[in-house]
């Protein structure tokens, strides 16, 4: 198969997209304890304040379905980026609490827009390259997501003010990212994607997919929140060796998205996603008994091998699911990403704080567990990418998850 330029194009500026979302979403989280002391936020404030984040996100990615409707998601994607960086310079700007709080909700809104429109762009241009290319995607996320982590920790080692630390990525990333916005590549009516509206009992078709993701987001925020404690309090590591696990688990991650692809192409979806929630459950399993600090770390690079491919696939499959109304689906299911991470860090909090923080850590393996249940949602016929899959004239919606045509 033939890859025209326009789409190579879309790809890589799809792809700097993600990338550019991972810088800013770990140059935020990253400084969250330097956030709370610049504007005296309380610690029985700032549950509130960071729950503000995802919930405003989800309120968004809702509206973002309906105004997709109006205008193509690349307008949504081009605009709503360039306000997350401007949001987030504006957390480090303010003098205030009320201009954090309001930095901060228009990080939220914003960010929802930018999630659900890159995802749809994802879904629509999977399906005119006709192989799978979100995983490709979901690593450039992770790569930047380990850059901006790596640039918030030189910014808090030399004691930056935070509009010091956020201003050279903004400075950098916002007008490259407004440039490589030129090549974004909207659905081509006549393509596989012409949105027809939301089908009857689509929702009960979607549901599995929602669940999954909630479950992958619970574990995601799990390692986020909660590895450095338990490496160190649980297990014994050193205050240093405590910062190790999440920057492993965001290793693995990067490599396991960079090779997912391919093993999509040749196995399948849904051979890829059980293997991945396998070694994900193994991966909580170790964790929860390890003796020591080592082996825990053995857990979370498990842990970020495993989960690494569940949530790409699962808004590939919500594609796949709904050729007709792809937007739709995956403006739908982003709202579960944001709803597993609000629980996520709560419930292993509370059943840590209660009981045992080892035995917490078997609620996300069983969670991630439901996986296995739902796999079949990630290879319904219309999403199958196999080998000797034909295509029709007129219609270029071909599968791709097993032997792919080359790049």
Request: glycine share 14%; with cysteine.
């Amino acid at each position: 198969m033939t890859v025209d330029v326009r789409l190579r194009r879309g790809r890589g500026a799809l792809g700097f997209s993600f990338f550019v979302q991972g810088v800013a979403f770990a140059l935020l989280v990253t400084r969250i304890p330097a956030i709370q002391d610049r504007y005296g936020i309380s610690d029985g404030l700032l549950p509130a304040f960071l729950a503000a984040v995802p919930v405003l996100a989800g309120v968004s990615s809702v509206a973002t379905e309906h105004l997709v409707k109006r205008v193509a998601p690349s307008a949504v994607l081009r605009w709503a980026q360039p306000v997350v960086l401007l949001a987030l310079l504006g957390v480090g700007a303010g003098r205030g609490m009320w201009q954090v709080a309001v930095a901060l909700g228009v990080f939220g809104l914003a960010v929802g827009a930018l999630d659900a429109s890159m995802n749809m762009l994802g879904v629509s241009l999977q399906r005119e390259y006709g192989r799978s290319i979100m995983l490709g995607f979901h690593a450039s996320y992770s790569l930047g997501g380990i850059l901006g982590a790596s640039a918030a920790w030189a910014g808090a080692h030399w004691q930056l003010p935070l509009f010091a630390g956020y201003l050279p990525a903004v400075a950098v990333l916002l007008p490259a990212a407004l440039l490589a916005s030129r090549s974004y590549v909207d659905a081509r009516a006549g393509v596989g994607k012409t949105e027809q509206g939301w089908p009857a009992g689509g929702g009960k078709l979607l549901l599995p997919l929602c669940l999954v993701m909630a479950c992958a987001y619970i574990g995601d925020s799990t390692v986020a929140n909660w590895s450095a404690k338990y490496l160190q309090d649980v297990l014994g590591g050193s205050e240093q060796l405590a910062t190790v696990p999440y920057n492993v688990y965001m290793v693995t991650t990067l490599a396991g998205r960079a090779v997912g692809d391919l093993g999509v192409r040749r196995f399948g979806a849904v051979a890829v996603v059980r293997a991945g929630t396998v070694v994900a459950a193994g991966g909580f399993a170790v964790v929860a008994v390890a003796p020591g600090a080592w082996v825990g770390m053995l857990g979370f690079t498990l842990l970020g091998t495993g989960l690494c491919v569940i949530v790409p696939q699962t808004f590939a499959a919500a594609g796949r699911l709904f050729p007709g109304a792809s937007d739709t689906a995956v403006a739908r299911l982003n709202i579960f990403n944001y709803v597993g991470f609000l629980i996520g860090s709560p419930l292993v909090g509370g059943i840590g704080d209660a009981w045992s923080y080892r035995g917490a850590m078997v609620v996300p393996m069983v969670l991630v567990l439901v996986t296995l249940f739902y796999a079949r949602s990630f290879g319904a016929n219309p999403a199958r990418y196999g080998v000797g899959h034909e295509r029709r004239a007129g219609d270029r919606a071909v599968d791709v998850g097993r032997g792919g045509n080359g790049v």
